[in-house]
């Protein structure tokens, strides 16, 4: 992991109109509090000091799922080249979470940016190794042009915005 | 072909031409612009196609083998797999699944209700119609993706692989909505239909029984299907009901997560040229995720049985509640895997890239260059392999060997073989027409009966070139004669709005031989260096007449023969058999493969008297480098391959090697020239040699990036695909007809564009032969 490494990503995701914070783990559920636009529905962060603000509902219901305006979720890693968060499928709801509501806020360790896709698949390969052997590569907003022009957020988020943990 | 269906073969183009095409060309051309893009920025991308090749190749050879390792893993995962025989076989499955799902399931709809599908994007569910026999079953089927959503709404059919409504227009679709709908504000733009639809739909996913998705690829060992999408649907019917059957054929198969890898790096970029799609879903279901249960609205959805208690759902088998099944469809792929020639396809994954570099293809789309299920230059294979010829037959012929597709197709599958192969094969199994006796007498081929007359007469036409040129200039007479135009109609379907080609009485081989040879030559090459100072080039050339430059545009061939002697090389330019060219494209392997060897025995001794082979025509030239290599033993190809030169080149070789070009026709520095290069000869990677030598010869060439002339060899000739070849052609001469002077490498380029432009359009050959254009 190196500082450029970061760069990389923040600019990859510049180009897919993905906004990058990077935030110290002490300011980051703050940090999260102001981005999660309510109702906003989450899965627990499982990053040390870090834990999502009182606004952000764990274990939603059906309802909520479907109400939310924000998922707040971790992702396994990141990586750089193409702006890619891996969303693991757990048994919290990240899978959903992430793809329902019109806002996805993803959050990652700057530890676990990777520079590119061949590292990103070494990462894949040990958590399929680890068990977590359902994830999705998830590049900037949902799109279409099926009805005839470029549209985003279709069935999944038209919004999306990336956390760093800078000390993590 | 009869005539009758040449007419309603024609009428058909004619309307797609109207109706689909602009649409079709708008958003075809764009993919295929940013694919270019995109491929040029990607550094490694020559090894990433190599690698997913060869990853491909060594899977199909052990398909029976992967398909017991992921039968093994999706049953370790707790899911279920079934090897489907045929479609009716995987159908039956399917719906058994969804009817017992329904029967007992705890998803959204109530008993009393139809059991309900949500499908994502899946090709291989539209060969096996899966829909229809669901629906006849009793069960609702709503498909998702929103260009599939659109076609179920219109009930019509994709006309591309990856975008399948592709054909139909923004307003169209809105007209299509406000009409089915009826919502209180008409719907006009894009935003308004897609935000209608993701509710609309999204509405419908959560009450489904079962989720219905393909798959681009699935890795066997950890019996994990892969799903490239954008719009995020295929996750939803995934992840919402808490069934999830994928239908996939068993070409799909992956030996290993890594395997994975060149595949995602590469698949989007050859689609739709984005580096990465939206969402790489790979999934090893059932997945820990939580089933969601839009009955009980007030439940937790991390509350159900199968929920891990520290929420992370690691190394669990997966959610109680899910239930996964993976169909792996056969239809015909196993015996695609023991055909030597229709191997190639099952490499195929379905990027559509091969549809959107192709010329014909961006004019009719997918409903006309298309069989029941696949579109495009790969779909020859496919609707050969799990149709049958017969669904082939239909298109074939309008995949015209341009080779736009080889350096498209991220598997380097060779596409224009496969359907030279397809062609052949239809060619044998047809029944003997009763023109066969007007063309036997003209047809020196190694084929068997019942070829279409109009395909013996072009993949002979050397010989009906030597004919007619030793008959001239009375059969040029006569073939422009209204009767005789007639009869050419009927018989041979050659369009009687179409020029034909003026047979000159004296061939180049003749007028070589009747100014002294290759003694004269070496003398008139002997005195231009000493004219100069430059360096001498010690070579010596055999400059290839082919049909079309011997016996119709002998000028170009005497302008080469001039400009190598001003070059200092000597030439000679002796009567050569046919390379196979014209036959190849009608089909006629055996024949090219004949020719091929007789062309070879021919050069032989020349090639190992050290002598260049130098080929004015791209085609002749590309039939060498690409389809020799199947034709010829290897070190033959090689020799041949590697002992031949496009003319240009050639030239751009020696003015390397010192030669002056001011010895040539030079322009005053910025002469501006509109070039347009060859099909075959830019998958040759010699379009710029030519581009060179006009710049170091004074002149500002600016190339053309249509993707063809339309002409394609005889392919304009012919009565069905005479407008079509106009409509492609037209894109290229838009182009280039503000230039005063244009140029083109390929014969029936040129000859296009000199009906389209209506004005002279020169080899570039002509243009630098010392004097300049001349007869």
């Known amino acids: 992991m190196t500082v450029d490494t ?86 919290g709801g990240a899978e959903p979470i992430s793809l329902y509501p019109e806002r996805h806020v993803a959050v990652v360790a700057e530890s676990d940016i990777v520079p590119d896709l061949s590292t990103g698949f070494d990462r894949l390969a040990d958590g399929f190794d680890a068990g977590r052997d359902s994830v999705v590569f998830a590049t900037g907003r949902s799109a279409t042009a099926d009805m005839g022009d470029l549209v985003h957020g279709v069935h999944g988020p038209g919004d999306v915005h990336v956390i760093v943990l800078e000390d993590r | 072909m009869a005539q009758r269906t040449r007419s309603d073969r024609a009428d058909r183009i004619r309307h797609l031409l109207e109706t689909e095409g602009p649409a079709i060309h708008a958003q075809a051309s764009a993919s295929n612009a940013r694919r270019k893009e995109t491929y040029g920025g990607t550094d490694d991308l020559e090894e990433l196609r190599t690698e997913a090749r060869s990853i491909k190749e060594a899977a199909i050879d052990r398909l029976p083998e992967l398909i017991e390792t992921v039968r093994e893993a999706v049953e370790e995962n707790g899911g279920t797999v079934y090897v489907a025989d045929d479609a009716a076989d995987a159908n039956a499955y399917v719906a058994d699944v969804v009817n017992r799902e329904a029967a007992n399931g705890t998803d959204g709809a109530t008993a009393a209700a139809s059991p309900s599908v949500v499908k994502s994007k899946s090709m291989t569910t539209e060969e096996i119609e899966l829909n229809d026999a669901l629906e006849a079953d009793g069960i609702d089927v709503t498909e998702t993706d929103l260009g599939e959503w659109v076609l179920q709404i219109a009930d019509e059919t994709p006309s591309h692989i990856v975008g399948p409504a592709m054909h139909i227009s923004r307003a169209e679709i809105a007209e299509l909505f406000n009409e089915r709908f009826d919502p209180d504000e008409p719907f006009e733009t894009a935003e308004e239909l897609t935000r209608f639809a993701r509710d609309h739909l999204g509405e419908i996913i959560t009450d489904a029984d079962v989720g219905v998705t393909g798959a681009n690829f699935v890795v066997a060992d950890s019996g994990t299907i892969a799903l490239v999408t954008n719009e995020g649907n295929a996750r939803k019917c995934a992840v919402t009901p808490d069934t999830h059957v994928a239908v996939a054929g068993v070409e799909k198969l992956l030996p290993t997560l890594s395997d994975l890898e060149p595949f995602v790096d590469i698949i989007a970029k050859s689609a739709t040229g984005q580096p990465i799609s939206q969402y790489v879903t790979m999934l090893s279901p059932p997945t820990d995720s939580p089933t969601l249960d839009f009955d009980t609205p007030d439940e937790p959805i991390t509350a159900g049985e199968g929920a ?21 469809l056969d239809n015909g792929r196993m015996d695609m895997c023991e055909d030597d020639q229709l191997r190639e396809t099952l490499y195929c994954i379905r990027c559509g890239a091969c549809s959107n570099s192709c010329a014909n293809f961006q004019s009719v789309g997918g409903h006309g260059f298309g069989g029941e299920t696949y579109s495009g230059g790969i779909a020859t294979g496919w609707e050969a392999g799990v149709h049958g010829q017969a669904s082939a037959a239909e298109f074939n012929d309008l995949c015209t060997g341009c080779t736009n597709c080889v350096d498209a197709c991220p598997v380097k599958i060779d596409i224009p073989w496969i359907n030279t192969v397809v062609r052949d094969r ?89 100014r002294g040879g290759a003694d004269a030559s070496s003398q008139r090459a002997a005195r231009a260096n ?108 090689e020799r041949l391959r590697d002992g031949s030169y496009e003319l240009c080149e050639y030239v751009y070789g020696l003015l390397e090697n010192g030669a002056d070009p001011t010895a040539l026709s030079t322009g005053d520095g910025a002469a501006p020239v509109a070039y347009h290069s060859h099909c075959q000869q830019r998958t040759l990677d010699l379009e710029a040699p030519t581009v060179a030598v006009l710049e170091q010869c004074g002149y500002a060439p600016a190339t053309s990036d249509a993707e063809c002339c339309g002409m394609a060899g005889s392919f304009g000739y012919k009565r069905e695909y005479y407008e079509l070849s106009l409509d492609v052609g037209e894109r290229l001469a838009t182009q280039v007809d503000g230039a005063e002077t244009v140029v083109a490498s390929g014969t029936s380029c040129g000859d296009h564009l000199e009906t389209l432009l209506e004005r002279d359009v020169p080899h570039p050959i002509e243009l630098l032969a010392p004097g300049g254009p001349r007869t």
């Open chain 2, 426 to 514: 239809l060619n044998r199994s047809a029944e003997a027409e009763s023109y066969d006796f007007l063309v036997d007498g003209l047809t020196p081929d190694a084929e068997s009966g019942g070829l279409d007359p109009g395909k013996r007469f072009f993949g002979n036409i050397g010989a009906v070139a030597k004919a007619a040129s030793a008959t001239a200039p009375v059969s040029n007479w006569l073939a422009d004669a209204g009767p005789v135009r007639a009869v050419l109609e009927r018989t041979l379907g050659i369009d009687r709005r179409r020029d034909l080609p003026t047979f000159r009485r004296q061939s180049l081989v003749d007028w070589f031989e009747g």
């Open chain 2, 530 to 637: 000493s004219r100069d100072g430059s360096t001498d080039v010690d070579r010596e050339v055999v400059l290839y007449p082919d049909v079309y430059t011997n016996y119709v545009d002998v000028d170009r061939g005497k302008a080469a023969v001039r400009a190598l002697e001003a070059l200092g090389v000597p030439v000679r330019v002796p009567d050569l058999p046919e390379s196979g060219r014209a036959a190849l494209s009608q089909g006629m392997i055996a024949t090219a493969d004949r020719q091929a060897s007789r062309l070879y025995a021919a050069l032989a001794e020349d090639l190992d008297a050290g002598r260049d082979v130098v080929v004015i025509e791209p085609s002749d030239l590309a039939a060498m480098h690409r389809e020799y290599e199947r034709l010829l033993p290897e070190h033959s190809f």
């Open chain 2, 308 to 328: 891990a208690a520290d929420g992370t759902g690691a190394d669990g088998p997966g959610d109680q509640d899910r239930d996964f099944h993976l169909v792996l």
């Open chain 1, 6 to 91: 970061v760069g990389r990503f923040e600019r990859a995701l510049e180009g897919l109109e993905v906004g990058l914070e990077r935030v110290a783990a002490a300011d980051a559920s703050e940090r999260i509090g102001t981005i999660a636009a309510e109702p906003a529905i989450g899965v627990p962060l499982p990053f040390d000091g870090v834990s999502l603000p009182a606004s952000v509902t764990t274990e939603p219901t059906a309802a909520e799922l479907t109400a939310a305006r924000t998922g707040v979720t971790p992702v396994g890693f990141a990586i750089a080249e193409y702006g890619t968060v891996a969303v693991e499928s757990t048994a």
